[in-house]
């Protein structure tokens, strides 16, 4: 006889509070965490017993590695003790995390914000505007290099490849909307954070449009950029597929240090987009079909 979900109580409801949450995987990771504080009988093989997923999957899916299925989605809500909207915010989340085209991404967004309580104020929607056209980055921390007080034409000859004096127009109205500028008493548009992060899974999803957007543009520099003003370097190894994650991890800490030591310069003259990517070029037949089966389907 497998053992008992743990009691319906007010402590376990209220934490985590699942309307903060726009990644799924982070939420099942810090309610199995705050859980087993207080149940300690709650484990992954608990979450086996409960669900029928195996331990080792239900851990690549809370490591952001793996995804939830319709039946497995199913299957976590009785044990999350989540029903009525909470219910429709987990099955929602799910599959905004999975969501790959634009307009579903947006869709599925926007019926988060419909879902959560009234009180909720962490869904950050301004991040998912910002990154929703490649310019608006740029003409945000171009305000940086100049004292712009209202020369839209001037602002779009900055940007590159230039955009038009009503694009530049619309950036920084709706800069200014998100509050991620403002202007000073001489009129000056000042921007007010340095560093703003891609965030979690919402905006990585929402990013990709993004990232599609800027990876163009770099295919674009090759052609159209002198030699120096831009770097662009390769690299191909061949290693593990379980150490594609260490490589990943790599690459972040690389990207943190050049934001912190991009602020710490305190001028600039310039914006620098910097893209990292990899991928496979090349893998075993058997492995590259179990990592495509393991991602397709009721799992995508």
């Known amino acids: 006889m497998s053992d008992p979900l743990p009691q319906k109580d007010v402590t376990l409801m209220k934490m985590p509070d699942i309307y903060t949450y726009t990644e799924y995987a982070t939420y099942l990771k810090d309610w199995f965490q705050e859980t087993k504080e207080t149940h300690p009988q709650v484990s992954y093989r608990f979450l086996t017993r409960h669900t029928g997923i195996d331990a080792g999957y239900i851990l690549k899916i809370m490591q952001g590695a793996k995804h939830l299925s319709a039946e497995g989605v199913e299957a976590f ?5 989540l029903d009525g909207r909470a219910a429709k915010y987990f099955r929602t989340m ?4 999975k969501a790959k085209a634009s307009e579903e991404i947006s869709n599925l967004f926007n019926r988060l914000c419909e879902l959560r309580e009234t009180h909720s104020k962490v869904i950050p929607q301004k991040q998912y505007r910002y990154w929703s056209q490649w310019y608006y980055p740029a003409v945000r921390l171009s305000l940086m290099n100049f004292d712009f007080r209202g020369d839209y034409v001037g602002l779009a000859e900055r940007i590159l490849p230039n955009i038009s004096a009503q694009q530049a ?5 709706t800069l200014l909307e998100l509050e991620l500028i403002e202007v000073d008493s001489d009129g000056v548009y000042q921007v007010k954070d340095l560093l703003i992060s891609t965030g979690d899974a919402w905006t990585s999803a929402a990013i990709r449009e993004f990232q599609s957007q800027t990876l163009e543009l770099a295919k674009q520099s090759l052609h159209e950029r002198a030699r120096g003003l831009r770097s662009i370097s390769t690299l191909s190894l061949a290693i593990p597929v379980e150490e594609v994650g260490t490589l990943k991890e790599m690459m972040d800490e ?7 030591w991009s602020v710490g310069i305190g001028h ?3 914006v620098i987009q910097l893209d990292l990517a990899a991928f496979p070029i090349s893998m075993d037949p058997e492995v590259r079909k179990r990592i495509e089966k393991s991602t397709k389907g009721k799992c995508l």
């Open 268 to 270: 600039s003259d310039c």
């Open 254 to 260: 690389f990207r943190r240090k050049v934001a912190k």
């Open 77 to 81: 809500i009785p044990v999350l003790q």
């Open 169 to 173: 127009k619309e950036a920084i109205q």
């Open 94 to 97: 799910v599959a905004f995390n």
